[in-house]
């Protein structure tokens, strides 16, 4: 059996609230409460469970998405249509663009609890030494 990421865990003030929203931006369905979970599943078979705690102090995380080159337009516009401002850039500098990296195109933005989400055509390329 290969190992593979499952699920995770995504912390949020509303679980209902930041599920709608990035399953709306990727064009996916929001499942039904799992326990105290909200589940968003992923083509890839991942589950992205977000859970709120009113006890926890939200700290900003990194999520990438691979997505179908023939969908990144669409959901560009969904970001448009939602007014949330995309980047070019993780650090949120280069507002309203895109990158080109390694032959594809990718676009940062902030999800309703600050998380640093990104949406990538191509995976990046990793050469050298680990």
Do not use: C, W
Not at 12 to 37: C, H, M, T, W, Y
Not at 56 to 83: C, K, N, S
């Amino acid at each position: 059996m290969a190992i593979e990421l499952n699920h995770t865990v995504v912390h949020s003030r509303d679980k209902q609230v930041s599920a709608r929203f990035l399953a709306g931006i990727l064009g996916v369905e929001v499942g039904a409460p799992f326990g105290p979970f909200v589940p968003v599943d992923l083509d890839n078979r991942v589950t992205l469970d977000f859970y709120e705690d009113p006890e926890l102090t939200l700290v900003p995380q990194h999520f990438a998405f691979l997505v179908p080159e023939e969908e990144f337009d669409t959901m560009i516009a969904r970001l448009e249509v939602a007014g949330v401002t995309y980047y070019a850039d993780p650090h949120h500098s280069d507002p309203g663009r895109v990158n080109r990296l390694f032959g594809g195109r990718g676009a940062y933005f902030a999800d309703p609890d600050g998380h640093n989400m990104e949406i990538l055509t191509r995976p990046y390329t990793r050469t050298g030494p680990a």
